[in-house]
């Protein structure tokens, strides 16, 4: 079973998302654990501070490295396979292929930004720096939940059924064909003849067509890279 454990200065916020839906089922079923660890009950100081001004001067304030780190230490697990990651605008930026390696894992720790970020000595402390996109969040809180959500519909028993992921977006640098259901006719726009044709082979000939036409257009970068 996979173990994340999220270090947050909002530990309601992570446990409250990942309580609905996909997540929230794979989690009452032991296929993955999350658990979030609120920042401030690993400082020692008697205000639970766990932000200070930059060094040097400058906007805003950083979040310091020793509530940090002993975060960190408490939590890792060394009978695990343990990744420990920092979410970060400057990291490489996440991507369907990273999130499957992440299914090697057995704990998976993510630390939350929040400010002008983290004391850049808990770089020492950590595998990876990983950014979810290039815009800047207010907070790691978010990031750690696309992370943790793309990753949990991966392992296995986590979606119904595990053919859907092998055609959907990203899974062979193809974007996913479109999808339709019932009405068949909606405001005189009709779904394709072909999907109600009942004919197995040409609906696969179709889809592939509608993936391989969708890539090309929309991302040449993902076309390049299916070749
Ligand atoms: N001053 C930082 C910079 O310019 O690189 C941005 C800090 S941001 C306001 C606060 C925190 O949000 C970061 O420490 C990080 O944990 C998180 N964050 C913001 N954007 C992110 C992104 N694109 N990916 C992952 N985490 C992000």
Redesign the pocket.
């Known amino acids: 079973m996979l173990q994340f454990d999220v270090i947050t200065i909002f530990p309601e916020l992570i446990q409250q998302a990942v309580s609905y839906g996909l997540l929230g089922k794979a989690c009452e079923q032991n296929l993955l654990a999350v658990q979030a660890h609120d920042l401030r009950a690993f400082t020692e100081d008697k205000h639970r501070r766990v932000d200070d001004q930059p060094y040097g001067g400058g906007p805003?304030m950083v979040?310091q490295v020793e509530p940090v780190v002993r975060a960190l230490e408490e939590i890792t697990d060394e009978t695990k396979k343990v990744r420990k990651i920092?979410?970060?605008?400057?990291?490489e930026v996440?991507s369907q292929v990273k999130a499957r390696d992440f299914t090697e894992y057995e704990q998976i720790i993510l630390?939350?930004?929040?400010?002008?970020?983290?004391d850049a000595r808990v770089l020492s402390y950590v595998d990876e720096e990983?950014?979810?996109?290039?815009?800047?969040?207010?907070?790691?809180?978010?990031?750690?939940l696309v992370t943790l959500d793309a990753v949990a519909r991966l392992l296995p028993g986590v979606v119904g059924d595990e053919a859907s992921l092998a055609e959907e977006s990203h899974s062979q640098n193809l974007l996913e064909y479109p999808h339709y259901t019932r009405p068949e006719v909606f405001r005189g726009q009709k779904v394709p003849d072909v999907l109600l044709s009942g004919h197995h082979q040409q609906i696969k000939e179709w889809r592939q067509a509608q993936a391989e036409g969708l890539t090309q257009e929309r991302r040449p970068d993902l076309w390049k890279k299916s070749r």
Do not use: K, N, Q
Request: with cysteine; aromatic share 12%.
């Open positions: 805003g979040l920092l979410l970060s605008p400057r990291g996440f630390i939350c930004g929040r400010y002008e970020g983290v990983l950014s979810i996109g290039d815009y800047v969040l207010a907070g790691g809180e978010f990031a750690s």
